[in-house]
C-alpha cells in the first residue's frame, strides 16, 4: 500500500506542478480548484475557518455553501463564490448541515463567543433566497465550543458539539417551539480535537484529536478506536477538517486536512485503509494551506463539478482575507487513480 500510495504520489509530482511539502510526508497527487469564495470579512486574520454544502437537486448549479468568519459571523456562498448572505454573530468556528426534506435545511454553528460557556446556534436555510433564518442558541457543554457535526436519526436531529480540550457531548436538537438541546452522551479525547463528521447511514462518528489522529465511534457507544494516527507520513498533524463520502452500503472515503504538510489524506470505507493523499495546487484560483475546514457532497453540482464538490478552507490568500476553494471531485478521483 506504501508504494501504491508512493505511485500516486509520483504521478503529481512528474507533472512538475506539486508543490514542496515542509515535512517528509508521503508524495500526495495535485489537483486545481474550480472556483473560489470572496474573502472572508475578516482581513489579516486567521478567520475563515469551516465550510458545510447544500446540493440542490432541482438545481444543482443553484447550490450554497455555509461558511464561518470564526472572527465574525457566518457566510452563505453561491457556487459562483459570491457571498449571498451573512450573519454577523460573532465568533462561530465550524459549522454542519442537515437536509431534512420537508422540514428544512438545518444549519447548525458552533458558537464560542462565551469559551467557557459552548453554544450550538441554530438556523433553517432559506434555500430559494439563499439566507440564514435564526432560531436561536442551546446549550452546547461546558468549554469553548470548537467543532461540530450533525446526523439524522429518522426523525431525531443529534448534535455532536467538540469542545476544545477533547471532550464531545452528543445532543438532541428539539425544534419544535422554542428550540433546546437534549444531552444524549459525553465522549472523551486526552486532547485538543475539533473536526468531527458521522456516517449519515449508521451513526458512526468520527473525531479529528489534532495531535493523535482520526478516533471512531459507534452511534450511541462512548468507547472510542484510534483509527488513523497522525504518523508524519499518510496524516500530518494537526489533523483538522473531516469529511465523508459514503458510497453504497458501507464503502466510500473518509478525508481528513493533513494540515501540517498542506495535503488531505483519504481512508477507504469501511476498512480505513489509507487510499491516497492530494493537494490544490496553485491554479487559477491559488493553492491551499494551513488548510482547517472541509466539506465534501456526492452527486452532480453542474457542469464543473460533474460527480460532487469538495471545498476547502484557505489559510494563506496573500494579499486578500482567507477564504474558500471548490475543487470537482470527480478531479480528485481520476488525480488519485492515475498509476
Not at 135 to 144: F, K, R, S
Not at 199 to 218: S, Y
Request: charged letters at 20%.
Amino acid at each position: 500500500m506504501q508504494r501504491f500510495l508512493i505511485a500516486l504520489g509520483l504521478a503529481g509530482l512528474s507533472a512538475g506542478c506539486a508543490t514542496t511539502p515542509p515535512v517528509a510526508s508521503l508524495p500526495a497527487v495535485e489537483v486545481t480548484a474550480s472556483a473560489e469564495t470572496e474573502p472572508v470579512g475578516t482581513a489579516a486574520a486567521d478567520a475563515a475557518d469551516d465550510p458545510a454544502i447544500w446540493r440542490n437537486p432541482a438545481d444543482p448549479a443553484a447550490s450554497l455553501i455555509v461558511a464561518t468568519d470564526k472572527k465574525a459571523g457566518l457566510h452563505v456562498y453561491g457556487l459562483d463564490g459570491k457571498s449571498r448572505f451573512f450573519d454577523p454573530a460573532g465568533r462561530l468556528n465550524n459549522v454542519d448541515l442537515v437536509d431534512l426534506g420537508e422540514a428544512g435545511v438545518m444549519v447548525v454553528a458552533s458558537d464560542r463567543n462565551d469559551e467557557a460557556a459552548a453554544k450550538l446556534r441554530l438556523y433553517r436555510l432559506d434555500t430559494a433566497a439563499a439566507r440564514l433564518v435564526p432560531l436561536g442558541a442551546v446549550d452546547g457543554g461546558a468549554g469553548e465550543a470548537y467543532g461540530v457535526c450533525l446526523w439524522a436519526d429518522g426523525a431525531a436531529l443529534h448534535a455532536y458539539s467538540v469542545l476544545k480540550d477533547g471532550t464531545v457531548e452528543e445532543y438532541r436538537l428539539e425544534l419544535d417551539g422554542a428550540a433546546r438541546s437534549v444531552p444524549l452522551l459525553t465522549r472523551k479525547l486526552a486532547t485538543q480535537a475539533e473536526g468531527c463528521v458521522v456516517d449519515p447511514r449508521d451513526g458512526t462518528l468520527f473525531v479529528g484529536e489534532e495531535d493523535v489522529g482520526i478516533w471512531k465511534f459507534a452511534a450511541g457507544s462512548a468507547d472510542g478506536t484510534l483509527v488513523a494516527k497522525t504518523d508524519g507520513l499518510h496524516l500530518v498533524a494537526d489533523v483538522e477538517g473531516l469529511a465523508i463520502v459514503p458510497d453504497g452500503e458501507t464503502g466510500g472515503w473518509l478525508i481528513a486536512s493533513s494540515q501540517g504538510d498542506n495535503a488531505f489524506a483519504l481512508y477507504r470505507l469501511p476498512d480505513l485503509a489509507p487510499a491516497g493523499r492530494f493537494r490544490i495546487g496553485a491554479g487559477a484560483f491559488g493553492a491551499t494551506e494551513e488548510t482547517d475546514g472541509i466539506a465534501v457532497a456526492a452527486g452532480s453540482f453542474g457542469a464543473d463539478y460533474p460527480a460532487g464538490l469538495f471545498v476547502a478552507q484557505d489559510g494563506v490568500n496573500a494579499p486578500h482575507a482567507q477564504n474558500f476553494k471548490l475543487v470537482s471531485w470527480a478531479a480528485i478521483l481520476k488525480a488519485l487513480a492515475k498509476p
